[in-house]
């Protein structure tokens, strides 16, 4: 485990890092900043960071709003190892278990839950650098993880509890919306982010357009390049 430079908007952190710990993408950034949006004074409140990877999340949103408690969790052994270490490093009040989705956290209630669990097609994570030895049981439609946490998710959040999530065009999102618009009774988008595609997944073509003639994703392609979406939502009752 080596310290490593992991820049999140203009700020470098030095975090606790080693293979198989997913890296933060611009993702990541996209959904602190959507929550920093919302919640710019948030004090004296449980929060979740699900899927936590390093601890990231934790750490840049502990740096901008100060006196919350931190919880995080991953399925990851290495993640864990790295974000127990960061969390020490940087001071952040809470703890860190080891678990699948929101398993770990039964009979726990959080003011906020911030998910950052990997909502790709699965097909589409095995040609991507991003999930370098990191497991994405994410199904062909890149939905499965985030709607098993939109539906359970109630059972963690307190009265006013909210979550809030990425939804990624490369899986379907439309999907994702209904299963939220049914479960919870507000759901709304905070941002949206547009980005170009990677070249390691760019030039998988046949694949690409497979996928999304079936709906299980989207893009839009012009002047040669495919160019995808972010959208950060809230979700909340």
């Not at 959080?110 to 589409?124: A, E, K, P, T, W």
Request: hydrophobic letters at 35%.
């Amino acid at each position: 485990m080596n310290l490593k430079k992991i820049k999140i908007n203009d700020k470098f952190y030095n975090l606790y890092f080693k293979k198989g710990v997913f890296e933060p993408t611009a993702t990541t950034s996209f959904l602190i900043n959507g929550f920093l949006f919302k919640n710019p004074k948030v004090v004296n409140k449980k929060i979740l960071d699900l899927g936590c990877g390093s601890g990231i999340v934790s750490i840049v949103i502990n740096h901008k709003v100060k006196d919350n408690t931190f919880n995080a969790s991953d399925l990851n052994q290495a993640s864990l190892d790295c974000a127990t270490k960061n969390f020490k490093k940087f001071k952040i009040k809470g703890m860190v278990k080891k678990g699948d989705l929101l398993k770990p956290w039964v009979g726990n209630k959080f003011d906020f839950i911030i998910n950052d669990i990997s909502g790709i097609s699965s097909l589409l994570a095995k040609k991507s650098k991003w999930f370098a030895n990191i497991p994405s049981d994410t199904g062909i439609d890149g939905t499965k993880l985030t709607i098993s946490i939109i539906k359970d998710s109630y059972k963690n959040l307190s009265k006013k509890g909210k979550l809030y999530l990425p939804l990624i065009s490369l899986s379907n999102t439309n999907k994702i919306i209904k299963i939220a618009k049914k479960t919870f009774n507000r759901v709304k988008i905070i941002s949206e982010n547009k980005w170009f595609l990677p070249k390691e997944i760019e030039k998988h073509k046949k694949l690409l357009e497979k996928l999304k003639k079936s709906g299980k994703i989207n893009y839009e392609y012009k002047f040669g390049k495919y160019i995808c979406f972010t959208k950060i939502i809230e979700l909340k009752n």
